[in-house]
């Protein structure tokens, strides 16, 4: 019951927020399309197309409500900023980051150590792709980088279990995330991602069991 109320109370101040905006500038600062004929947003989130009709900001396709939720807080809080294209742990944001993203940053590197981690390489990289992500080069075994939305990109960086040391992973956010984020939703995106990731995982035959 509670959560549900926290996440009616969120929800609703998300949409109060975009009321007083124009579509115009919704678009603009997040980096959306918008097409006025049909009133409608459209972006690219984790590889799914999703379109935002406006002003009711339904969605056209099924997503978890926290997802929902997310997306309407970056169309309500994007500011247009530039991305730094330098990449930083949710510990690192600079309003709350020190207390709640570190907190974050625990719960996913522990999701990472239980779970993906221990995962096919390949179908990592199989599930990924599905999520629109791509492999870039980097010190770790395994670096995708995805896109919650248009600016706001996401770096998750693997490393294996091997005989001496247990997987390891983390979840990185573009310095500049806190212009589309606050840090308690950058780190439900970190949450998403993973929990996606791992689900598709499991359906390609990439348990661990």
Known sequence: ?????????????????????????????????????????????????????????????EVDMWMHLTILQYMAEADGHPLASEWIS??????????????FDRENDALIQRGIGKLDPDILRGAGRKMGAVEIPSRADLS?????????????????????????????CDRAAEHYLKVEAAGTVAGLLLQELEKLCSADGGGNG
């Open 1 to 61: 019951m509670e959560e549900n109320r926290q996440f009616q109370e969120m929800l609703g101040a998300a949409e109060k927020k975009l009321e007083g905006m124009s579509a115009q500038e919704i678009a603009e600062r997040g980096g959306l399309a918008f097409d006025a004929a049909k009133n409608m947003f459209s972006f690219e989130s984790f590889g799914r197309r999703v379109q935002v009709s406006y002003p009711d900001l339904t969605l056209d396709c």
């Open 90 to 103: 949710l510990s690192d944001l600079q309003v709350g980051g020190l207390v709640r993203g570190a907190s």
């Open 144 to 172: 995708l980088q995805f896109y919650f939305m248009p600016k706001f990109p996401c770096l998750l960086n693997l490393w294996f279990a091997d005989e001496e040391f247990p997987a390891a992973g983390k979840v990185l």
